[in-house]
């Protein structure tokens, strides 16, 4: 069995060594144009020479969560693409939203701005039942976050295309139900896979459905939102802030408006992070699955885009 490894932005040599550990019949080897025909690739962004010299590839493994990279790819018709389940960026995720969302509800920002200024100030405590939290999308990241953000008593909704169940959740699914689910949430929170449907879904009329007070926070594919509708809608008080992660150009521009307007916070596109050993373990399990003929979970359906 052949494994090539092809990581735009990371070196490949850690993630060899590591699949070398847990595929040691394997001949596994850095991608290089022209390269000897493979059994499966562990890709990141790879180029489109790779997939276009690689048509007996059996499984494509992304080392992320999000395959809308991928699926802009020729891919051959029988190659599976392949995503990771969790590898450790759910608790990530669930860190970071309850990060974001208890400094904003305390108003933990007011307070850091006052500090700066020399002054001793007070807020008045506000109520968890004004603060809903809806959460777009319900994979494994979207119901890890939903089960955090309820150990704090907020209440929680939940948003996907299919019905789901999740304990302590408030559940809507598909169109139908979107914009009760908008309507119902006062804090937003976007883990929506990036597909042709969900492409600028948080935008001018779907932000204007949520609570007064409404808060955005965006950490799935900067796609997702149209950029330019986000400052005008807070700068006349329709929303309250955002906190985003992801951006339609990253690195963000230095002279992008969201550096300096005083309701966004931005962060570099680090809400959860890929963990090497444990995504590596998760693949070459997922490897082993495959060339025994297994069921193998993480299996993207093309048309889906999920």
């Not at 690739?41 to 992320?64: H, K, M, S, T, Y």
């Not at 990530?92 to 208890?102: F, N, S």
């Not at 006062?186 to 929506?192: F, G, I, M, P, Q």
């Not at 690195?251 to 050993?277: C, D, Q, Y």
């Amino acid at each position: 069995m052949k494994i090539i490894v092809s990581l735009t932005d990371n070196r490949p040599e850690p993630w060899i060594e590591g699949l070398t550990a847990e595929l040691p019949d394997a001949q596994i080897e850095a991608w290089q144009p022209g390269a000897a025909q493979a059994d499966h690739a562990v890709v990141w962004a790879p180029p489109q020479q790779l997939l276009d010299e690689q048509p007996g590839l059996r499984g494509l493994f992304n080392i992320g969560a999000g395959v809308d990279a991928l699926l802009k790819l020729r891919v051959p018709a029988h190659t599976r693409i392949v995503r990771l389940d969790d590898a450790g960026m759910s608790v990530q995720m669930a860190e970071y939203v309850c990060h974001t969302l208890i400094r904003h509800f305390r108003e933990f920002d007011v307070y850091e701005a006052d500090a700066r200024e020399g002054r001793w100030s007070y807020r008045k405590p506000r109520l968890r039942r004004d603060f809903p939290v809806g959460i777009m999308g319900l994979g494994v990241l979207g119901e890890r976050v939903a089960k955090a953000v309820a150990q704090f008593e907020f209440p929680v909704l939940g948003w996907s295309r299919s019905p789901k169940a999740i304990d302590g959740v408030k559940v809507f699914s598909g169109e139908a139900q979107f914009d009760e689910f908008l309507s119902s949430t006062r804090v937003l929170v976007n883990l929506l896979p990036l597909t042709e449907a969900t492409r600028g879904i948080l935008n001018r009329h779907t932000l204007g459905k949520l609570r007064p007070g409404g808060y955005l926070i965006s950490i799935a594919r900067g796609a997702h939102l149209v950029e330019d509708d986000l400052i005008p809608m807070l700068d006349a008080g329709q929303l309250a802030g955002a906190t985003l992660d992801v951006f339609e150009v990253e690195p963000l521009p230095a002279e992008h408006a969201f550096w300096r307007h005083p309701k966004i916070t931005v962060t570099p596109h680090g809400s959860a992070r890929t963990l090497r050993e444990e995504s590596i373990a998760q693949i070459a399990g997922k490897i082993r699955a495959m060339e025994q003929g297994l069921t193998v979970s993480g299996v993207v359906d093309p048309v889906r885009g999920y």
